[in-house]
């Protein structure tokens, strides 16, 4: 009954044409990075491979959403189309304009749409047998950016995890996908196709496709209710997409404090083990080496480091102990008494610890001397080689 081949016209059109899928964000890599922090706090897993992430155009996207849309509002056209039966000799020319009207209509929310969808799992509600697919439409993304006057790549992780979240709630929880696709078609089958009068006379009208497409694709939900049973059901559709949204913010949330946490934690570090160069540093020659040794310039962390190692090398416990450490105390140990730093040892834990580097270096010779004996002459080796070549790696 639609004429999808209008309405894909029309969203072309309305999608501003076509041109390459680019953007200055990479979202195969920012989805790749976020996926194991989603992963890892929801605890949800996925029972085969997440769908890879695709940068599409504009008309691209309407090209995809029409398909979906299609599984839809089909079955509500069909409604129609058994209507404008009963109109005798007019069910020709009604059936012809309704096509064109709906393909129209559909056609340029679509294309409108296309402008303000930044990324989608599209997962069918209607057509399972359909694999689902994470789309980010690159244009609206460097938009995005440019409007807001954000740091590209920290939102396009923000995009990323958001949509991430949504792969991981349709694929890790068995009955979401049934549940909304039973209560998407329980609000379609009440849907009545009606006759309005408007500009054109009379031309046939479906309930507002497009708050049908804001509902199932930005989670607006304002689609026109008719009937008490409709209002119900549309409650239960909104209760059912906050839960979905609201969990996905809720994600975004908690795994920005992580990042960022981490992020300045591992920035601190770096700050703080360059720091430590120009601290030690005996130069003179000039203001610039002098005021990197001013306490002013310190961070106060590795003031009380410095405090620290006067009585004792840095080791482990000096909070060197996390995974996403970026200078282990070894590193320390290396520039501090590579550069003259002097660590003031007390004469009993001095002969501890050379007791125990005494042991260390004595085991270390051992395990030496073990694996040489293990080792093939060199001749022996090289027979070998002849007689039976080098084993493909």
């Known amino acids: 009954m639609i004429d999808w081949s209008i309405a894909r016209t029309i969203a072309k059109v309305a999608a501003g044409g076509d041109g390459p899928a680019s953007s200055s964000i990479d979202v195969v890599a920012f989805c790749a990075e976020m996926e194991p ?30 398909e979906s849309l299609g599984h839809m509002l089909d079955p509500v056209a069909a409604r129609l189309e058994d209507r404008l ?12 304009g309704a096509s064109a009207t ?31 697919r994470l789309l980010f439409v690159g244009p609206n993304l460097d938009k995005a950016v440019s409007d807001l006057e954000v740091d590209g790549s920290a939102f396009g992780r923000w995009v990323c995890a958001h949509e991430l979240t949504h792969v991981y709630q349709f694929g890790g929880v068995p009955w979401l996908r049934g549940h909304m696709s039973g209560l998407l078609r329980e609000y379609l089958s009440t849907l009545e196709v ?24 930005e989670g607006g939900l304002a689609a026109l209710v008719q009937s008490e049973e409709q209002q119900a059901l549309m409650e239960r559709i909104q209760a059912a997409m906050a839960v979905i949204e609201g969990y996905s913010e809720h994600v975004m949330d908690v795994i920005a404090a992580r990042f960022n946490a981490t992020t300045q934690y591992r920035w601190g570090r770096i700050i703080d083990f360059l720091k430590l160069h120009y601290v030690l540093t005996k130069r003179e020659d000039s ?64 002969g501890d610890t050379e007791l125990l580097a005494s042991r260390l270096r004595q085991e270390n010779e051992r395990q030496t001397l073990e ?23």
Do not use: C
């Open 287 to 350: 203001a610039f080496w002098r005021d990197n040794r001013l306490p002013e310039t310190v961070p106060e962390r590795l003031q009380n480091l410095l405090l620290l190692w006067r009585h004792q090398s840095p080791w482990f416990h000096d909070e060197f102990d996390r995974i996403e450490e970026v200078f282990p105390a070894a590193s320390y140990q290396y520039v501090l008494y590579g550069m003259g730093f002097q660590s003031k040892l007390s004469p009993e834990d001095a």
């Open 102 to 132: 709906l393909a129209a209509e559909v056609g340029l929310v679509t294309g409108y749409l296309s402008h303000r969808v930044l990324g989608q799992y599209d997962v069918s509600l209607l057509a399972g047998d359909v694999p689902p």
């Open 37 to 66: 922090h989603v992963l890892d706090y929801t605890g949800l897993e996925l029972d085969g491979e997440r769908p890879p992430a695709e940068l599409l155009t504009r008309a691209a996207w309407t090209e995809t959403n029409l």
């Open 85 to 96: 039966s009963f109109a005798g000799p007019l069910a020709g020319a009604l059936r012809l």
């Open 194 to 217: 009606r006759i309005e009068r408007g500009a054109a006379g009379g031309m046939p009208s479906i309930p507002d496709p497009g708050k049908i497409v804001e509902a199932f694709r």
């Open 371 to 393: 694996l040489r004996s293990r080792l093939p002459k060199n001749r022996e080796l090289l027979n070998k080689i002849h007689e039976y070549g080098l084993q493909p790696i």
